[in-house]
């Protein structure tokens, strides 16, 4: 059983930066694939990045490449999410996912899930 707790959302103006944590319970981290989600209001939840469990590996969603970094500290059981350049469109709540594989993009690769943070940013 893992539980997450995602925190650090907030509003900012658009070109400005938001650094999301997510803090993980349990002594297994290390070995759990850990992915970040968003959902926007009336739209899908959608990926947005994943670090794999031997963090020699991530992926991004297009449209966040170069503007977001994915990062993880198994000895302090959190991953993190760094958001730069940040734009209205990427306005939603962000949820972090653990999950028993190496990496993943898709949500029901996921196992565990946090209960998210609110992220809006301004134009």
């Known amino acids: 059983q893992v539980q997450l707790v995602e925190s650090g959302g907030g509003l900012v103006q658009a070109g400005g930066s938001l650094r999301l944590s997510c803090a993980a319970s349990g002594r297994t981290f290390s070995s759990y694939a850990m992915g970040w989600f968003r959902q926007a209001p009336g739209k899908e939840r959608e990926f947005v990045a994943a670090i794999s469990w031997s963090i020699d590996s991530t992926y991004y969603e297009d449209s966040v490449k170069g503007r977001f970094t994915i990062s993880r500290d198994n000895a302090k059981n959190t991953v993190y999410l760094e958001m730069n350049s940040l734009r209205p469109e990427d306005t939603a709540v962000y949820y972090c996912?653990?999950?028993?594989?190496?990496?993943?993009?898709?949500?029901?690769?996921?196992?565990?899930w946090g209960q998210g943070t609110q992220v809006t940013v301004s134009s």
């Open positions: 996912a653990a999950g028993v594989l190496w990496i993943g993009v898709r949500a029901h690769e996921y196992t565990y």
